[in-house]
């Protein structure tokens, strides 16, 4: 079991940001995959933003420029800053790990993780 514990999540006006953090205490991995990902009701699970122990970095279309996902010093903590929101980014966003890196850069497809943390909920209002 790999605790994965998500905050930051909350409620705001277009244009806004967030900062969602995810804390992976006793989780240290040698090699591993991050990623944030998220679900509207009614909507599959998209993948977000990724990173790995390498430090590449992925982004799904939509968020490139807005979204930018990094780690702090000691790897223990998962951030998402979220600038200039819109009411499409209203979903619950949910962390992810792996204890793998994949050749071709952190992943977004959720089948391809087996750890999540329990969801964080961000809403955007136009």
């Known amino acids: 079991q790999v605790p994965l514990v998500e905050s930051g999540g909350g409620s705001v006006q277009a244009g806004g940001s967030l900062r969602l953090s995810c804390a992976t205490s006793?989780?240290?991995?040698?090699?591993?995959?991050m990623a944030w990902f998220r679900q509207a009701p009614g909507k599959e699970r998209e993948g977000v933003a990724g990173?790995?122990?390498?430090?590449?970095?992925s982004y799904e279309d939509s968020v490139k420029g807005r979204f930018t996902i990094s780690q702090d010093n000691t790897k223990s903590t998962l951030y998402l800053q979220m600038n200039s929101l819109k009411p499409e980014d209203t979903a619950m966003y949910y962390c992810?790990?792996?204890?793998?890196?994949?050749?071709?850069?952190?992943?977004?497809?959720?089948?391809?993780?087996?750890?999540w943390g329990q969801g964080t909920q961000v809403t955007v209002s136009s």
């Open positions: 992810a790990a792996e204890p793998r890196i994949y050749y071709k850069g952190p992943p977004l497809e959720a089948h391809l993780f087996n750890y």
């Open positions: 006793g989780y240290t991995q040698h090699s591993y995959s």
């Open positions: 990173i790995d122990s390498d430090d590449n970095i």
